[in-house]
């Protein structure tokens, strides 16, 4: 059969070498296919909207009054067929191609949001280290690499800093660190944890610079502890001067009166004046002996810190109507001399808060010898209130007192429940030039 009676059996709706007339407009699913594949749904539709118009056109024009109903019927459905297949792969393809887009947009968003934390990160002024369940530094920020150094990444944190992260976040003090270029500066850390599903716990830990408060810090602590010191050894003078001068002149003057209100060649008349004199002398003695125990008591620095509180709570025992008692536990023993003193003056001001304040029947000074030097100064009075502490400046020079030896400092107290005033002070260390325990 020549190409030329092929056309036209076609044209008049025969069997195309034997293939059935329907299957002829099957042949479209190809076309229909390719533009459902690259246009969606619109280039199905379209392009069998196109193939319909032809065979309406072809049927109307070549087989018009051959037409059959069943004739008719096989051609729509196949062209139903063909619109509908067209259609669902063109929809699918549409489907694909938006869930396509949609993760398209997603990596966009993602990117941009991770090019913005990034920016966050690095532009942070304060350095920012992220380290992984092991305590690994897995990433730094511009500021951590210049104080850090780049080698910090991929090394434990303590490699860098010196300390474990827990150490680091449970001391809540300012970590001194000298950085790549050799400066000594102070931060504050504080951590975050960082959530990564399915992943290893992350921290980003912020080093806040906190070096110039830190310095007005010790520079004020250093300044305190230097009035401290000028106010101590000005009582010591004092206290050494009134000994040996004024007192030695009233024991002397109280000795003599005594000698001559004993001699029987006294005239019975001056008796009575020289005893008046021995009296008032022997007064002006003991209250020179009081101020004197009180500027600085010279059995602090001879006999060490527990005979001073002794003398101490018998001088408040007879003082007042208060029951003073003391009590020392653990091995007592002689320490450096700044920490008895510093101990001796918490238990002072305390014992005269008591006296003045507290409106007691009894009190308690408790010394505990160990790694630490424990004062406590207990009383069954009124109590007082957190806003009674701010008042006068007793309370406030312990404070001051215990800052500078690395002490802690704690009162405890109720309305109507009495007051606990305690201190610790570490045992070994005498002064120190510089305190963590006072950092907020
Ligand atoms: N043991 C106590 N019982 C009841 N109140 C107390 C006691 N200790 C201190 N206070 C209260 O705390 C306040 C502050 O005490 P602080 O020693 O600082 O100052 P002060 O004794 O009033 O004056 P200063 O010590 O400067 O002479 C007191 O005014 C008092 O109200
Ligand atoms: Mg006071």
């Known amino acids: 059969m020549s190409s030329h009676t092929l056309v036209l059996r076609w044209l008049h709706g025969a069997d195309l070498v034997g293939i059935p007339a329907p299957l002829t407009s099957s042949l479209m699913l190809i076309p229909v296919l390719y533009a459902a594949l690259n246009f969606g749904a619109a280039g199905a539709i379209a392009t069998t909207s196109w193939a319909t118009a032809l065979f309406v056109l072809h049927w109307l024009v070549v087989h018009y009054s051959q037409i059959t109903s069943a004739h008719l019927w096989i051609e ?51 350095p920012v280290v992220v380290t992984d369940d092991g305590d690994v530094v897995v990433e730094l920020n511009t500021a951590a690499r210049e104080l850090l150094g780049t080698d910090a990444q991929g090394r434990l944190l303590e490699a860098s800093l010196g300390v474990t992260k827990s150490d680091l976040l449970a001391r809540g003090t300012p970590i001194a660190v000298r950085s790549s270029i050799g400066l000594m500066r102070h931060y504050m850390p504080s951590a975050h944890h960082i959530d990564v599903p399915g992943g290893t716990g992350l921290a980003q830990i912020v080093l806040a610079d906190v070096s110039e408060e830190y310095q007005r810090r010790e520079d004020q602590r250093a300044f305190t502890g230097r009035i401290l010191e000028v106010q101590e050894e000005e009582r010591l003078r004092l206290s050494r001067e009134l000994h040996d001068d004024p007192l030695q002149q009233l024991t002397f003057l109280t000795r003599m009166l005594d000698e001559i209100a004993e001699d029987p060649a006294l005239a019975p008349q001056l008796l009575g004046p020289v005893r008046d004199g021995l009296l008032i002398s022997e007064s002006a003695s003991t209250a020179l002996r009081g101020l004197i125990h009180g500027l600085r008591p010279p059995v602090l620095d001879d006999l060490g810190l527990v005979p001073a509180l002794r003398q101490l709570t018998e001088t408040v025992r007879l003082r007042g109507h208060l029951m003073i008692a003391l009590r020392v536990r653990g091995p007592a023993a002689r320490l450096p001399a700044d920490l008895e003193l510093t101990a001796y003056r918490v238990a002072q001001e305390a014992l005269n808060n008591v006296v003045k304040h507290a409106k007691a029947q009894r009190g308690t000074v408790t010394v505990t010898f160990g790694t630490h030097l424990a004062i406590s100064v207990r009383d069954d009075g009124q109590g007082m209130t957190k806003a009674d502490e701010e008042h006068g400046l007793g309370l406030t020079g312990i404070r001051e007192r215990i800052d500078r030896a690395g002490g802690t400092m704690s009162i405890r107290s109720r309305p109507g429940k009495g007051t606990v005033v305690g201190v610790s002070l570490p045992s070994e260390v005498s002064t120190r030039p510089t305190s963590s325990s006072a950092w907020p």
Do not use: C, H, K
């Open 76 to 126: 729509l459905v196949s062209m139903a067929v063909l619109a509908a297949s067209g259609v669902i792969v063109g929809q699918s393809v549409d489907v694909e191609r938006l869930g396509r887009r949609r993760t398209e947009v997603a990596l966009a968003i993602a990117d941009l949001a991770e090019a913005r934390y990034r920016g966050l990160f690095e532009n942070q002024p304060s």
